[in-house]
């Protein structure tokens, strides 16, 4: 049974029926899914979503598939961390990570978005799904395709690392280099979802692949007992997730799962590529589009597609945003890893780098409840860190030879006789 | 066919008339359907209608003069 009404214009309000269409024909403006909430809430309870399957299917009624899914059973509900360690380094009382690095089955939050866009393109009857993806969204989409059954293709830039294309092309998709710039690389995909009667899940499937993101922020409330947390980090690159993130919260309020939403909601860039936090931190509507350059690929986005929304949410929710450098987000991936045990992509470093800034700001309250989003996996990232966490110390395979290293480093420990 | 651009201008060139320019070059049907200016940026939502090669070359001629031409998606490679 569906709740979807069909599509609405985010901008004037058309009203579109429920197909794979992304921009308004009238204004221009990105369409949303619609839902009936009045149906919602008559049909779900609390109790209803406790006993079902650890999975983000089980908040079904509010993502936009009209059946069962066909792909990512086991796709989300991944852990929301207390982190005690990090709470006495950071000097807070009450710290959280949602943990996305742990997703399956690709290790980010783009399987949540690509499990509803593929489960959606087979609704559609679309033969074959596509992105342009430069990381996490490659891998989920050449994942989840697989695992369905689907053909895929993915596009990226000719010149990308192998490394980042090994992660993509194990799975049996048609991966395709293209030579050109960013803007003509950009404009080609455009072009060829226009052409290609194929499922791009982040153009012409977008406004239901988008709406995948809302169950991480479904998955916080619940997992802290039905309440909102005080402040929420989130990464921005496109700026989409933190737009569903608060349109999670506010849709729980809607059909009376919770009674307030009172959170500040904290956007996070790198420096090198910060084109929403510029504007909030000048005050401004319109977002700059700038030229990445940054550590941070995952978040790189120099035009984000939704920065204008993101931007809205954080000055809605009287949070604010911040940035940090590249040093910044390798010291916070290691503080992460070191205190409480989650290696994070270099966007984990962004969030929570940024969440030490403004708690030291003081915009966010130390006695208050917080929630550092963690999206994606480190193992996806590790040259970030090459040269910038040490090296092992070489010794020869002779006992007397590690004896005589403790040793050095002043170290004591107790031994067997 | 119809494609459909943000056009983004820099400061200095936010008072320069491209789209007639490019209307009178090439055959395309330029239609603005949005636009705003400030001091610090110019940003038009352009529809070009005509044939493929023509709107080829009349986005290469915004792209020439200095203007960024994206996709009405905005940037797509997440």
Same mark, same amino acid.
């Given at each position: 049974?569906?709740?979807?009404?069909?599509?609405?214009?985010?901008? %004037?309000?058309k009203?579109?029926?429920? @197909?794979?269409?992304?921009?308004?024909?009238?204004?221009?403006?990105?369409?949303?899914?619609?839902?009936?909430?009045?149906?919602?809430?008559?049909?779900?309870?609390?109790?209803?979503?406790?006993?079902?399957?650890?999975?983000?299917?089980?908040?079904?009624?509010?993502?936009?598939?009209?059946g069962?899914?066909?792909?990512?059973?086991d796709?989300?509900?991944?852990?929301? *961390?207390?982190?005690?360690?990090?709470?006495?380094?950071?000097?807070?009382?009450?710290?959280?990570?949602?943990?996305?690095?742990?997703?399956?089955?690709?290790?980010s939050?783009?399987?949540?978005?690509?499990? *509803?866009? &593929?489960?959606?393109?087979?609704?559609?009857?679309?033969?074959?799904?596509? %992105?342009?993806?430069?990381?996490n969204?490659?891998?989920?989409?050449?994942?989840n395709?697989?695992?369905?059954?689907? @053909?895929?293709?993915?596009?990226?830039?000719?010149?990308?690392?192998?490394?980042?294309?090994?992660?993509?092309?194990?799975?049996?998709?048609?991966?395709?280099? &293209?030579?050109?710039?960013?803007?003509?690389?950009?404009?080609?995909?455009?072009?060829?979802?226009?052409?290609?009667?194929?499922?791009?899940?982040?153009?012409?499937?977008?406004?239901?692949?988008?709406?995948?993101?809302?169950?991480?922020?479904y998955?916080?409330?619940?997992?802290?007992?039905?309440?909102?947390?005080?402040?929420?980090?989130?990464?921005?690159?496109?700026?989409?997730?933190?737009?569903? +993130?608060?349109?999670?919260?506010?849709?729980?309020?809607?059909?009376?799962?919770?009674d307030?939403?009172?959170?500040?909601?904290?956007?996070?860039?790198?420096?090198?590529?910060?084109?929403?936090?510029?504007? +909030?931190?000048?005050?401004?509507?319109?977002?700059?589009? *700038?030229r990445?350059?940054?550590?941070?690929?995952?978040?790189?986005?120099?035009?984000?597609?939704?920065?204008?929304?993101?931007?809205?949410?954080?000055? @809605?929710?009287?949070?604010w945003?911040?940035?940090?450098?590249?040093? @910044?987000? &390798?010291?916070?991936?290691?503080?992460?890893?070191?205190?409480?045990?989650?290696?994070?992509?270099?966007?984990?470093?962004?969030?929570?780098?940024?969440?030490?800034?403004?708690?030291?700001?003081?915009?966010?309250?130390?006695?208050?409840?917080?929630?550092?989003?963690i999206?994606?996996?480190?193992?996806?990232?590790?040259?970030?860190?090459?040269?910038?966490?040490?090296?092992?110390? &070489?010794?020869?395979?002779?006992?007397?030879?590690?004896?005589?290293?403790?040793?050095?480093?002043?170290?004591?420990?107790?031994?067997?006789? | 066919?119809?494609? /459909?651009?943000?056009?983004?201008?820099?400061?200095?060139?936010?008072?320069?008339?491209?789209?007639?320019?490019?209307?009178? /070059?090439?055959?395309?049907?330029?239609?603005? /359907?949005?636009?705003?200016?400030?001091?610090?940026?110019?940003l038009?939502?352009?529809?070009?209608?005509?044939?493929?090669?023509?709107?080829?070359?009349?986005?290469k001629?915004?792209?020439?003069?200095?203007?960024?031409?994206?996709?009405?998606?905005?940037?797509?490679?997440?």
């Amino acid at each position: 049974m569906s709740y979807v009404k069909g599509l609405k214009c985010r901008e %004037c309000g058309k009203e579109y029926p429920k @197909e794979a269409l992304h921009v308004c024909e009238l204004c221009f403006g990105p369409l949303e899914v619609d839902y009936n909430y009045e149906k919602i809430k008559q049909s779900v309870t609390r109790e209803i979503i406790s006993k079902r399957p650890p999975n983000m299917w089980r908040y079904k009624e509010l993502l936009p598939i009209d059946g069962e899914p066909a792909v990512g059973f086991d796709v989300g509900f991944t852990p929301l *961390v207390r982190a005690r360690n990090l709470e006495k380094v950071l000097g807070v009382n009450e710290l959280y990570l949602k943990n996305d690095a742990v997703n399956h089955p690709t290790l980010s939050f783009k399987d949540r978005v690509v499990a *509803v866009a &593929i489960s959606k393109a087979k609704e559609f009857d679309f033969k074959v799904v596509a %992105c342009a993806s430069t990381g996490n969204l490659a891998n989920s989409v050449a994942a989840n395709a697989a695992a369905c059954g689907m @053909e895929s293709y993915v596009f990226i830039p000719a010149d990308l690392e192998q490394t980042k294309i090994l992660g993509t092309l194990v799975y049996g998709t048609n991966v395709i280099g &293209i030579q050109g710039n960013y803007d003509e690389v950009n404009r080609l995909c455009s072009e060829i979802a226009g052409k290609y009667g194929w499922a791009f899940v982040n153009i012409n499937i977008r406004p239901y692949y988008a709406e995948g993101s809302k169950a991480y922020g479904y998955e916080i409330v619940e997992q802290l007992g039905w309440r909102v947390p005080k402040h929420i980090i989130v990464p921005m690159a496109g700026g989409s997730l933190i737009t569903k +993130i608060w349109k999670s919260f506010k849709e729980f309020q809607k059909i009376g799962l919770i009674d307030k939403v009172d959170t500040k909601v904290f956007g996070a860039q790198a420096t090198g590529c910060a084109p929403i936090i510029t504007a +909030i931190k000048e005050g401004t509507e319109l977002i700059r589009p *700038v030229r990445p350059k940054t550590i941070a690929k995952s978040l790189a986005i120099g035009n984000p597609a939704d920065g204008y929304y993101s931007a809205k949410v954080m000055r @809605e929710s009287n949070g604010w945003g911040e940035d940090v450098s590249d040093d @910044e987000i &390798i010291d916070a991936m290691k503080l992460l890893a070191e205190t409480e045990g989650i290696f994070t992509e270099t966007a984990g470093g962004v969030t929570l780098g940024v969440a030490k800034k403004l708690i030291e700001q003081g915009r966010i309250a130390r006695n208050e409840s917080i929630v550092v989003s963690i999206t994606g996996n480190g193992l996806k990232t590790q040259e970030a860190l090459v040269g910038k966490i040490g090296a092992p110390r &070489i010794i020869n395979a002779k006992l007397s030879e590690f004896d005589e290293l403790i040793a050095k480093e002043g170290k004591v420990y107790a031994v067997r006789m | 066919m119809k494609k /459909r651009f943000y056009l983004t201008y820099p400061p200095e060139l936010i008072t320069e008339p491209f789209i007639y320019e490019a209307g009178k /070059r090439y055959k395309v049907v330029t239609n603005v /359907r949005q636009a705003s200016a400030s001091n610090k940026l110019g940003l038009v939502a352009l529809e070009l209608e005509g044939e493929e090669s023509e709107i080829e070359k009349a986005v290469k001629f915004f792209i020439d003069k200095g203007i960024k031409v994206e996709p009405i998606e905005l940037d797509i490679v997440e």
